[in-house]
């Protein structure tokens, strides 16, 4: 029975010696690597192995994964209460907004050239209910308000200030150049007229 005990005594020191070491070639291994990799030839070497055709397969397919992870993550409860509050910021919307504006458009450039969609639009136009909602909210006060306000806002944006500056400066332009042609018309047409006297 002693040599048992003394048996199972020396092999769970052996062990735990073993894992002791372990535990330390592990730290001594991690550190060698993390060298490594932080030298000219282990990042071309990370380089090279993420060009490697296989590697590029196995990215895709882990690609896939984290799809499935976000979709997961962003349909879960704190995902969408998350959602919530950076809408409510209006930093973040701007920027969110600029990101997909591109996508956006070219979707919904897509979308309304499809035949089956703008036949859907087009039934809904000419639904008599919808022409009728239409007239109320243009002859609302609400709308009138919101109209205005457009407008005043488009006044003010550098754009359209531009836009008007070239416009009026154009239209001088135009004016003197007119004026001049006259000034000049007038100015021939009286020099023969004093040459006579």
Same mark, same amino acid.
């Given at each position: 029975?002693?040599?048992? $005990?003394? &048996?199972?005594?020396?092999?769970?020191? &052996?062990?735990?010696?073993?894992?002791?070491?372990?535990?330390?070639?592990?730290?001594?291994?991690?550190?060698?690597?993390?060298?490594?990799?932080?030298?000219?030839? &282990?990042?071309?070497?990370?380089?090279?192995?993420?060009?490697?055709?296989?590697?590029?397969? $196995? $990215?895709?397919?882990?690609?896939?994964?984290?799809?499935?992870?976000?979709?997961?993550?962003?349909?879960?409860?704190?995902?969408?209460?998350?959602?919530?509050?950076?809408?409510?910021?209006?930093?973040?919307?701007?920027?969110?907004?600029?990101?997909?504006?591109?996508?956006?458009?070219?979707?919904?450039?897509?979308?309304?050239?499809?035949?089956?969609?703008?036949?859907?639009?087009?039934?809904?136009?000419?639904?008599?209910?919808?022409?009728?909602?239409?007239?109320?909210?243009?002859?609302?006060?609400?709308?009138?308000?919101?109209?205005?306000?457009?407008?005043?806002?488009?006044?003010?944006?550098?754009?359209?200030?531009?836009?008007?500056?070239?416009?009026?400066?154009?239209?001088?332009?135009?004016?003197?150049?007119?004026?001049? %042609?006259? %000034?000049?018309? &007038?100015?021939?047409?009286?020099?023969?007229?004093?040459?006579?006297?």
């Amino acid at each position: 029975m002693r040599n048992i $005990l003394l &048996g199972i005594i020396l092999f769970l020191t &052996g062990c735990a010696i073993e894992n002791e070491t372990r535990e330390k070639d592990y730290d001594t291994t991690k550190k060698m690597v993390m060298d490594i990799v932080q030298t000219e030839e &282990g990042k071309k070497a990370i380089r090279d192995i993420m060009r490697d055709e296989e590697m590029k397969k $196995l $990215l895709v397919i882990d690609a896939d994964e984290t799809k499935q992870a976000i979709e997961e993550t962003l349909s879960s409860e704190q995902s969408v209460d998350m959602w919530k509050k950076l809408f409510e910021d209006p930093t973040f919307i701007e920027v969110f907004y600029k990101s997909v504006e591109d996508e956006h458009k070219k979707f919904m450039e897509k979308l309304l050239a499809d035949p089956s969609i703008q036949e859907k639009v087009m039934e809904i136009l000419e639904d008599p209910k919808m022409t009728e909602q239409f007239q109320k909210l243009m002859k609302s006060t609400t709308y009138k308000e919101h109209l205005q306000k457009v407008i005043e806002e488009t006044y003010e944006t550098p754009t359209f200030k531009k836009r008007t500056h070239d416009m009026m400066k154009k239209i001088v332009e135009e004016k003197d150049k007119d004026e001049n %042609k006259k %000034k000049e018309k &007038g100015q021939k047409e009286e020099a023969p007229d004093e040459e006579e006297m």
